[in-house]
C-alpha cells in the first residue's frame, strides 16, 4: 500500500484524470451530438437534468455503505464500469450510422443516466472512505490543492477536445467518439491508481436500517439546514445550467470549439482560485465561502442574458465572467466538500 504521502499525491493526480474523464465525456460536443442526432432542447434538458436527477442512488450508497466491512471493493468495481458505460453509445452513431438515430439519442441518454446513477452510487463511498482515511487537520487546503490541479486539468482537456474537433475529426460523430474514447481510458486509469490507497474499515452504526439512514441528515439541525440550502441551490441552477451551451451555440452562433475554448477560459478561473478559496475555508470555515459565493453566482446569467448574439464579441465579453463564474463554482465546491 501506499505511504499517507504517497496515497495524497496519487488522489491529486487521479483526481485530474477523473477531471478529464468527466470533461470530455460531459463537454459542449456532447449537446452538440444530441442535436446532429435529432435531439431538441427536450433531450438538452434530459441530458443536463441527469447528474442532479439521479442524486437519489446517494441514499442507496449510504444505506450499503454502513453494511460493509470494506467500501473500496464496491467503489472500485462500479466506478469501473461507470467509466466504460457511455462508450457504445458515444462511438456507435460514427461506427453504424446506418442505425437509425433516434435509437442511438435514447441509446445516449439512457446510457447517460446509467452512468450518472454510478457515479451517485460511488461518490459517497469515496467520500466516506476518504474521510475516513485523510487527516483532518488542514484537509480544506489539501481539497484546495486537489481543485486547482484538477481546474487547470479540465481546461487542458477542453483546449485538446476543441483542437481535436477543429483541426482532426470530419465531423461531430467521429470527434464524439474519440473523445469519449480517450476520456474513457483516462477515467480507467484514475480508478486503477486507487488500487494501492490504504482503507480503514468500517465504523459501523449500530442497528442502522434504510429508513434510519435516509431520516438520519434530517435529524440533525446543522445539516437540515445544509441539506435545505443545496435543495435551493440545486433547483435555482438547474433551471438554466443545462441550457447554456445550448444557448451559446443557437442563439449566439458559436461553433462547438468555440464554446469549448469558453469553458477552457471558465476553468483556468476556477484553477486559479481554487487554492486560495481552500485557504478561505481553512481560515474562516465553510460557511462564509459558501455565502460569498452563492451570493454572487448569478452574475453569469445576467451576462448571457445581455451578449449581444454576435459570436466574437460575445466570446470575448463571456471569457472573463466565465473565469468568475467557475471561481465562484470553485469555492462551493470546496466548501461542500468541507461540509460532507
Known amino acids: 500500500m501506499w ?4 496515497a495524497q499525491v496519487v488522489i491529486v493526480i487521479a483526481g485530474c484524470l ?3 474523464y468527466t470533461q470530455l465525456t460531459t463537454c459542449p460536443a456532447s449537446i452538440e451530438i444530441v442535436r446532429d442526432l435529432g435531439g431538441t432542447g427536450l433531450h438538452v434538458g434530459i441530458l443536463g437534468a441527469l447528474p442532479t436527477g439521479m442524486l437519489f442512488v446517494q441514499f442507496l450508497a449510504a444505506w450499503l455503505g454502513n453494511k460493509l466491512n470494506y467500501r473500496r471493493p464496491w467503489w472500485f468495481w462500479f466506478s469501473l464500469l461507470q467509466r466504460l ?3 457504445p453509445a458515444a462511438v456507435g452513431p460514427w461506427l453504424f450510422p446506418e442505425v437509425p438515430d433516434v435509437i442511438w439519442l435514447w441509446a445516449l441518454l439512457l446510457s447517460w443516466a446509467a452512468t450518472q446513477g454510478l457515479v451517485h452510487f460511488c461518490n459517497p463511498l469515496w467520500l ?3 474521510g475516513d482515511y ?3 487537520k488542514g484537509l480544506s487546503h489539501y481539497w484546495g490543492i486537489r481543485h486547482y490541479w484538477m481546474q487547470a486539468t479540465a481546461a487542458l482537456s477542453l483546449v485538446g477536445a476543441s483542437l481535436g474537433l477543429r483541426y482532426l475529426a470530419t465531423d461531430i460523430r467521429q470527434g464524439f467518439a474519440g473523445i469519449v474514447l480517450i476520456g474513457c481510458l483516462l477515467g480507467v486509469i484514475d480508478i486503477l491508481m486507487f488500487f494501492k490507497v490504504d482503507e480503514p474499515k468500517v465504523t459501523r452504526l449500530p442497528d442502522a436500517g434504510l429508513w434510519e439512514v435516509l431520516s438520519g441528515p434530517f435529524r440533525h439541525p446543522g445539516f437540515r439546514s445544509f441539506i435545505g440550502f443545496t435543495c435551493f441551490w440545486h433547483f435555482a441552477a438547474m433551471m438554466g445550467a443545462p441550457f447554456i451551451s445550448l444557448y451559446l451555440l443557437d442563439h ?3 461553433s462547438a470549439d468555440e464554446v469549448l475554448m469558453l469553458w477552457v477560459f471558465s476553468w483556468v478561473g ?3 482560485s481554487a487554492k486560495w478559496f481552500g485557504r478561505l475555508a481553512e481560515a474562516h470555515g465553510n460557511r462564509v465561502v459558501l455565502i460569498v459565493c452563492t451570493a454572487l453566482k448569478s452574475i453569469n446569467m445576467i451576462a448571457l442574458m445581455l451578449v449581444p448574439p454576435v459570436p466574437q464579441l460575445a466570446f470575448w465579453i463571456l471569457a472573463p465572467v466565465f473565469m468568475v463564474d467557475m471561481a465562484l463554482n470553485s469555492g462551493i465546491a470546496i466548501a461542500n466538500n468541507g461540509f460532507m
Open 3 to 6: 505511504t499517507l504521502r504517497q
Open 18 to 20: 477523473g477531471m478529464a
Open 85 to 87: 458505460l457511455c462508450i
Open 128 to 130: 466516506s472512505w476518504m
Open 134 to 136: 485523510l487527516p483532518h
Open 252 to 254: 449566439i452562433g458559436m
Open 270 to 272: 476556477g484553477a486559479i
